[in-house]
């Protein structure tokens, strides 16, 4: 995995503070894309593209510590391997123009996609930027449930890889039965899809299985899309289970790598929860 130094106070614009678990899913992001661009450099791919459509300011400040991290784009910025595209969107205008000066100052070569706007709606000009024969990695790491389901099925007409973060216990199983169960149009639902009836499967399960049922309608829902091997780890914050990382592909050569990189935790232990489970 290639190392960065931690970043350093620009002067730009920094989001409110993050829990110290943005450390784990950067740290997981961060191992795969160096593995993915040092294994499929020499495969006959057009080009590899990294796409990112919550991409945030590009440095994060962590909550209890203080410490600064870098975000998800300047990762995939930065890696030895380069990706010939980056296509960004960020839709807080302060993040997006600290994102846009920051990535001008450390990239260089190709000029990257950097929008402003809903993801959901920019996702198509995304789209249209990946050329033919190409591969591509998207990190979708929305706050909570924003990113809907019909933004997926564009990403997947093309040959892309997925790594979702889907924020289960943070927002579904917390709002599912008082803010989304009479709303149709709910985020849940946007989320998860048409067809996805979430609600009678939570009534059919107990309480305590609900996080593995959403998982499972996700999952299938995502299958329609052309998608055939998924794994998955669990993002705990302070031993509370937040967020589900989901990745998706339709190759065992891309599953077998995330397995392989992601078989060591940021605390050096090598288990691995193939379930995920909670």
């Not at 503070?17 to 784990?24: F, I, L, S, Y």
């Not at 990695?137 to 973060?165: C, S």
């Not at 216990?169 to 039965?177: E, F, I, M, S, T």
């Not at 599953?255 to 090598?270: E, M, N, Y």
Request: hydrophobic share 35%; charged share 25%; net charge negative.
């Amino acid at each position: 995995m290639f190392e960065l130094r931690p970043p350093e106070d620009d002067g730009l614009y920094i989001p409110e503070p993050v829990g110290e678990w943005a450390r784990d899913k950067h740290y997981f992001l961060r191992r795969y894309i160096d593995a993915f661009t040092t294994s499929m450099k020499s495969k006959p791919w057009s080009s590899l593209h990294y796409i990112d459509l919550f991409a945030g300011a590009g440095i994060v400040r962590l909550q209890d510590s203080g410490d600064l991290d870098w975000g998800s784009p300047l990762i995939a910025a930065q890696t030895p391997n380069p990706f010939d595209g980056l296509h960004f969107c960020e839709l807080e205008p302060h993040s997006y123009e600290a994102l846009r000066q920051r990535v001008a100052r450390i990239r260089s070569g190709r000029e990257p996609q950097i929008l402003h706007g809903d993801a959901n709606e920019k996702v198509g000009d995304v789209a249209a930027k990946i050329p033919t024969g190409s591969l591509s990695l998207a990190f979708l790491d929305p706050t909570g449930l924003h990113l809907d389901f019909e933004t997926l099925k564009v990403l997947a007409a093309n040959r892309v890889d997925l790594i979702i973060f889907f924020p289960d216990h943070l927002d579904a199983l917390r709002n599912c039965q008082y803010v989304y169960r009479d709303n149709p149009s709910s985020n849940l639902d946007r989320v998860l899809g048409p067809g996805a009836d979430w609600r009678a499967a939570l009534d059919e399960a107990s309480k305590r299985q609900w996080a593995q049922v959403l998982r499972k309608l996700y999952c299938q829902q995502i299958q329609q899309l052309g998608y055939t091997h998924f794994e998955f780890e669990r993002i705990y914050a302070k031993r509370h289970p937040l967020y589900l990382l989901i990745f998706c592909s339709r190759h065992e050569l891309a599953a077998g790598l995330w397995r392989r990189v992601s078989s060591t935790k940021p605390d050096d232990q090598r288990t691995f929860d193939f379930n995920a489970r909670g």
